[in-house]
């Protein structure tokens, strides 16, 4: 096919963050390489966009084995300096990195704001995907009493009571309102996405993915 793949993994603070078996990042990582290793099969050009709040690392697009093994080795070992997420920055940094037409896979947990242009004027030039990646326990809350929960961007702490029903459904219902601002944006921008949860299969939902495209 001799394609340019493009990679954009979101390395915020947020991925830290898994209660099934994996973390965020974890499953991002093992995702990246999955599709990096399907790249050269095809002997297409795959590079890479790391980014928190700013762009941290960018690997240009190269072929070949020792290409891949670098991008795999950077993805388990980098450190960000950022702890934020900005989705646009990253897309404005594509769209001007990138001349020819490739095909980009955005690959985070989507927790930010404010990138529905930006993800339309990058899909405008290039053929980009969303991989929307979460844990289960961001969609809803146990009943395990008082917990103190840190937002690992921001810092900032704060008690919840679990065992209140009101203080569930509430985070519940944040949790689908996140859920259909994000559809809304792709849909908007004519961007496929797929959900992936950490812990389960990804293999069949990207599969799905990729015959939908």
């Known amino acids: 096919r001799e394609l340019t793949v493009m990679l954009l993994i979101d390395v915020s603070a947020s991925g830290d963050f898994g209660t099934e078996a994996q973390l965020k990042r974890s499953l991002i990582t093992e995702i990246a390489a999955v599709l990096s290793f399907s790249a050269i099969e ?18 240009p697009p190269q072929k070949g084995r020792k290409h891949i093994l670098r991008i795999i080795r950077e993805l388990l070992e980098f450190q960000p300096q950022s702890k934020g997420t900005d989705i646009s920055e990253s897309l404005r940094f594509l769209t001007n990195a990138i001349k020819k037409r490739c095909t980009a896979f955005l690959i985070s947990d989507f927790r930010d704001k404010g990138y529905a242009r930006s ?21 809803a809350l146990p009943p395990v009493g008082l917990i103190r929960v840190l937002d690992a961007e921001s810092g900032k702490e704060r008690w919840i009571d679990t065992s209140r029903s009101k203080v569930r459904e509430s985070y519940a219902l944040k949790w689908e309102s996140h859920v259909e601002m994000m559809t809304e944006i792709f849909t908007r921008a004519g961007v496929d996405h797929v959900s992936l949860q950490t812990g389960a299969d990804y293999v069949k939902p990207l599969m799905r993915l990729f015959k939908k495209r």
């Open 119 to 139: 993800l339309q004027v990058a899909n405008n030039k290039h053929d980009v995907a969303a991989l929307h990646i979460f844990d289960r326990r961001e969609t």
């Open 42 to 59: 095809n002997n297409d050009k795959i590079g890479v966009i790391l980014f928190s709040d700013r762009v941290e690392k960018f690997i």
